[in-house]
């Protein structure tokens, strides 16, 4: 029981010590930003254009991986319940 539990401790300390800048991260707090710069024990994020806040390494969660954009596919169109009447009855979203 306490095996688990320590490895993703070990984890979790491993992933916080391999930060770098440019990093997208998550906060324990649910906060997303980017590393901007490490100094000992904390962390610079950006939180947005211009906007800098000092962490310590242990509030971050996790490092979020980007999703690559798939090629190839054509978007289509969603469809919706049928044709609008005009008359505000959308039976679509009625519920029985």
């Known amino acids: 029981m306490i095996r688990p539990q320590r490895r993703r401790q070990q984890e979790q300390i491993q992933m916080q010590n391999s930060l770098t ?3 997208r991260v998550m906060t324990t707090t649910g906060l ?3 590393v901007v710069a490490l100094e000992d024990d904390d962390v610079v994020l950006e939180l947005a ?3 800098e806040t000092r962490w310590t390494k242990g509030a971050i969660s996790r490092v979020l991986t980007p999703v690559d954009d798939v090629t190839g596919v054509e978007t289509e169109e969603p469809v919706t319940g049928g044709p609008d009447t005009g008359n505000g009855d959308d039976t679509s979203t009625k519920q029985s």
Request: charged fraction near 0%; avoid cysteine; hydrophobic fraction near 45%.
């Open 32 to 34: 997303f930003a980017t």
């Open 21 to 23: 800048p440019g990093v």
């Open 49 to 51: 254009p211009g906007v």
